[in-house]
């Protein structure tokens, strides 16, 4: 009554007029003025009671009578009463704008945040949810023009505050707090440079890790047994509400994130020195609300939804990932897949079926779909291993979204239903089932399968011969989704119609580039493939394709024994499944290693190689053979002068052809089409250099493997062919000189094999007595012939390589005593072979005429260097070693037997052999040094090895398990064993028939209990035969 009196708003206008006329306002600022805090009190309850009444219309009084300023004052009282009733007045007074364009909340800005700090440290919680309420008005109403902190360091205060009150035990203190936090994150607030991104995200860490506790405190204290439904269901809405203020104020540090992309003085602190690190930016902060939503946001939805489903907390929330694939644009299709990995898109749909199925909850329909929108297009712009679609495609799928997505909101039957529709579609449904398709597209490729397969699978059926009844050709994208969903859905027991894959074939012929519609999954390739129609047209760029998207090659695979498999990567289980019922497919992959990019080729070359390896039992040999012979007849026929420069996958292809080799564990006719491989090979290797490494390296060891795994009767024929090759010895000469070459030396591993070959050849020419004066044709079963190239090669060298042997070349020395030995047991009369002298040679003594074409200083440096390299006591090197010395022996036995005796008695042989014997606990039962003892027993060098020593040997082979031997060991100490019978050293008669009764008692087949070893293997890329090295 006393504020309606007549002339109070002129007062109100003139607080200094008349003193016979005083007004309220000035009364109660004359109290407040005073020094009693009961009258201060008593004048704040007065003016709260008088704004109550209506705020709107009394409180132009009191701010005229600047009646704020002195409110703002008291929040610096002691007295918590005075606070709190000033907060309450200054809450009702912030309602009218007048409040804001007098500019009092600038000026009481410090003085409120002080307040609110001061009393946090209080047990007043009336006053903690005062102070919050008074901060949240001003924060909220303040107007966008009208700064309201004036310097960074108000505003980093303001912030630590309100982290210490979102902290806060007490839940309505903390409800508060998060209000006011939504309110102050707002861009006019936080502009004053520099922005204090590091004081924003502790926090929303604050603000996030309280409402996860709150959260976590509720789901424990859960109630037991029949407690009452009521107190449960009061409990999730009291999280829901918190968590919403929670999310709110999520949503507006997101949405100052994207205000502030636009500032340039926002991106980070001006005043950072240009050499520290650069924490506190606006890309930082982008991140952290990323990994913050990622870490804390989305758990806590995801679980309170297992409970209830609240639209608005869902709306704020979907709105929330929105804007993250504003804020951080770089991460927005990594976070995009996530999302659709973790069933959003399922739960989007979920929502729309079940809220805006009606005209109800437009908004949240809206941010569903925008959400929806954003996240496809993100996931089809950036396909995992495939490329993404053109910026064409790409507009033409925004319309298409932006437009069908809106209009869905059925649940997942019915869209299941409206797919399979074979009616006429008009634009906007057909639109809609293209959305529809698109979605479970996308929810399929990220693993969210939420309707049934077989369904979706007649479902997409139908929609693909509707379009072909309507005439209609869909846009790629979209039949890109229906071929990866029928690939996808189609049950292993179940194929397409004949009608179903002719109406695929025709849409694919209207596409220009497969690639266009391809998704690179293994369900994907066994549809194009399991399908005549699709393979014969399709089949070699859809293979050409998944190899290219392939990410391993598989080379981890190669070398691991069949004992320890390990399980096959799900993509090439599919493709070996496909290759054991369609080996055609072999051809088309045959195909891409010769003319795919180099990559593509190692990774077809590769999974080839495990495919044989894993399936030995399936017999493709002939059929990878004969199309092989094509391919090589054909490069021949276009490049012959220089078949290297061909294809850079040549390569590829031979050691492919020598691993088909390699799979023939017994030995093998060699039929027509291996004959005419051998003969197109050797003409490969004739034309070139021996440089060509990589194309001369899989063709030697196929000839070499070709020549050890046949038959006797297949052997001559093939040995006919390759030595009628010229041009092929010719390379073999170069290359068995070019051994001690320091510079363009190929390779170690190129020298090995031509150092085998020579030696295969020579023996082979010798064993089957070919004859130089026998010509022979290009016929398809040569009959023995002339040897049209000598190989000359200096002995000298040869000792020279050995004396002097490279590093890490212990093959390589192996291989050269393969071809000294055979050349010793032929005793140098090869045909193939000729022993050349190197320069000037001295007059021959008379034992070196006697031992011609050697002499003796030669079969000293032999004998030396066959010592040297039988103490480095590798395995294969000893064995080969060993053989060379056998021969050796018996060449000097057949031309002087007392250089031979004088040759095996040297004492030096003696502590050879002791040095290989300490080689460990029955070291003896190798069958090098058997083989070793066993030559020297042969030629009685007592003087090396003495009875009694021959003695501790026998006890010790008595005392030894037989069993656990392997067969190379048990046939060398068969050796030892009748050496010694043949001489008379066994006196201990019991204890030669113990012997002889175990070793008796050992069937050569089974006479060991250790795997038989393969006798053809590969070592370090050289085609090796163990049984060549050794004998």
């Not at 399936?618 to 021949?636: D, E, T």
Request: aromatic share 6%.
């Amino acid at each position: 009554m006393i504020m309606n009196q007549d002339g109070m708003e002129e007062s109100a206008k003139n607080i200094e007029g008349s003193s016979g006329n005083t007004s309220l306002p000035l009364v109660l600022k004359k109290l407040l003025l005073s020094r009693d805090e009961t009258l201060q009190v008593a004048s704040a309850h007065c003016i709260t009671a008088v704004l109550v009444h209506s705020p709107a219309k009394h409180a132009p009084a009191f701010i005229h009578a600047d009646i704020p300023e002195f409110l703002f004052e008291h929040l610096s009282s002691s007295s918590e009463v005075l606070v709190w009733s000033s907060c309450n007045c200054l809450t009702l007074l912030v309602e009218e704008p007048l409040f804001f364009s007098k500019c009092h909340t600038v000026y009481g800005i410090e003085a409120v945040v002080r307040s609110l700090q001061g009393s946090l440290k209080m047990n007043n919680i009336e006053l903690h949810k005062q102070g919050l309420l008074l901060f949240a008005e001003i924060l909220t109403r303040q107007p966008e023009e009208i700064k309201l902190f004036t310097s960074s360091a108000m505003c980093r205060d303001a912030g630590r505050a309100l982290q210490e009150a979102v902290s806060s035990p007490v839940l309505e203190v903390a409800a508060e707090a998060l209000k006011a936090t939504s309110a102050f994150l707002r861009k006019d607030h936080q502009s004053t440079p520099p922005v204090q991104y590091g004081e924003l995200r502790a926090l929303l860490e604050a603000m996030l890790n309280r409402c996860a506790e709150f959260s976590q405190t509720l789901l424990s204290r859960r109630p037991l047994g029949h407690a009452s439904s009521r107190d449960s269901e009061k409990a999730i809405l009291q999280r829901g509400k918190f968590l919403l203020s929670t999310l709110e104020g999520f949503r507006s540090a997101c949405r100052l994130a994207i205000e502030f992309q636009s500032e340039p003085s926002a991106q980070e602190n001006p005043f950072t020195a240009p050499s520290a690190k650069k924490e506190d930016t606006l890309e930082a902060f982008s991140e952290f609300l990323l990994s913050a939503c990622d870490s804390l946001c989305i758990p806590m939805v995801m679980r309170h939804l297992e409970q209830t489903t609240h639209p608005a907390l869902m709306e704020v929330f979907l709105s929330i990932l929105h804007n993250l694939f504003v804020i951080v644009p770089h991460m927005k299709e990594k976070f995009s897949k996530k999302l659709a990995s973790s069933s959003f898109i399922r739960l989007t749909l979920e929502l729309k079926a079940r809220f805006c199925s009606d005209l109800s909850h437009s908004a949240l329909n809206q941010v569903c779909s925008n959400f929806l929108y954003y996240m496809c297009l993100n996931l089809l712009s950036a396909p995992e291993k495939t490329g993404p679609p053109s910026k064409e495609e790409l507009s033409a799928v925004s319309e298409l979204l932006q437009h069908g997505l809106p209009q869905i909101s059925s649940r997942s039957p019915e869209s299941l239903a409206f797919l399979s529709d074979r009616q006429y579609m008009e634009g906007a449904a057909r639109q809609r089932q293209y959305c529809i398709l698109l979605l479970f597209y996308l929810a399929y490729i990220h693993e969210d399968r939420f309707v049934s397969e077989a369904e979706l699978f007649e479902a997409v059926q139908s929609f693909l011969l509707s379009l072909q009844d309507q005439g209609e050709r869909p846009p790629l994208v979209v039949f890109k989704a229906s071929i990866y969903l029928l690939a996808i859905c189609q049950d292993k027991d179940n194929t397409l119609r004949e009608t179903m894959v002719s109406a695929i074939r025709k849409f694919l012929e209207g596409i220009p580039d497969l690639q266009l519609v391809y998704t690179h999954h293994p369900l994907l390739l066994r549809f194009f493939l399991l399908y005549p129609e699709l393979m014969s047209r399709y089949g070699h760029h859809v293979l050409e394709l998944w190899f290219f998207w392939e990410d391993s090659s598989y080379e981890e695979l190669d070398d691991v024994t069949s004992a320890g498999q390990p399980a096959l990567p799900a993509s090439l289980v599919v493709l070996f499944q496909l290759l054991r019922s369609i080996p055609s497919i072999l051809l088309i992959l045959l195909d891409l290693i010769y003319s795919s990019p180099v990559d593509t080729a190692h990774k077809v070359l590769n999974s080839l190689r495990t495919f044989l390896r894993r399936n030995e039992d399936i017999q493709v040999g002939g059929l990878i053979r004969g199309h092989f012979l094509l391919i090589l007849q054909r490069l021949l026929v276009e490049h012959g002068a220089s078949p290297s420069g061909a294809s850079g996958n040549l390569p590829l292809l031979l050691s492919l052809l020598s691993l088909m080799q390699l799979r023939n564990v017994s030995e093998q006719e060699l039929d027509s089409v291996a004959m005419k491989l051998l003969h197109q090979v050797s003409k490969l290797c004739g034309k070139c250099s021996p440089t060509d490494v990589d194309i001369l390296q899989p063709s030697f060891n196929f000839l070499y493997w070709s020549l050890h795994q046949t038959t006797p009767s297949s052997q001559k024929r093939a040995a006919a062919v390759l030595l009628s090759s010229t041009g092929l010895m010719e390379l073999l000469e170069k290359m068995l000189a070019l051994t001690l070459a320091k510079a363009d030396s190929p390779r170690t591993a190129l020298l090995c094999s031509a150092w085998l070959l020579t030696a295969s050849f020579s023996a082979q020419q010798h064993k089957g007595s070919l004859q130089a004066s026998r010509t022979w044709g290009l016929a398809l079963y040569p009959v023995p012939c002339q040897v049209h190239q000598t190989l000359s090669v200096e002995m000298d060298q040869v000792l020279k390589a050995l004396s002097f042997p490279k590093k890490k070349a212990a093959l390589l020395s192996a291989a050269i005593l393969c071809f000294l030995r055979t050349a010793l047991r032929q005793s140098f009369s090869s045909a193939l072979v000729a022993l050349v002298p190197s320069g000037a040679q001295p007059l021959p003594a008379t034992e070196d005429t006697v031992l011609a074409p050697l002499r003796m200083s030669q079969v000293r440096s032999l004998v030396i260097g066959l010592q040297n390299l039988l103490v480095q006591k590798d395995p294969l090197l000893s064995q080969a070693c060993v053989g060379c010395l056998e021969a050796l022996l018996d060449y000097l036995d057949a031309r002087s037997p007392d250089i031979a005796l004088h040759v095996a008695s040297q004492p030096w042989n003696r502590f050879l052999l002791f040095t290989l014997l300490d080689a460990g606990e029955n070291s003896f039962l190798r069958p090098e040094i058997l083989r070793l003892m066993t030559l020297f027993m042969r030629y009685r060098s007592s003087s090396v090895l003495s009875h009694e020593e021959v003695g501790d040997v026998l006890q010790g082979v008595a005392l030894a398990d037989l069993s656990t031997l392997s067969n190379t060991t048990l046939q060398a100490l068969h050796g030892f064993f009748q050496q010694l019978q043949s001489m008379g050293h066994l006196a201990d008669h019991s204890m030669a028939q113990t012997l002889q009764a175990s070793l008796e008692g050992l069937p050569p087949s089974t006479s060991s209990g250790q795997p038989p070893l393969q006798d053809m293997l590969c070592l370090g890329g050289v085609a090796v035969s163990l049984s060549h090295i050794r004998n």
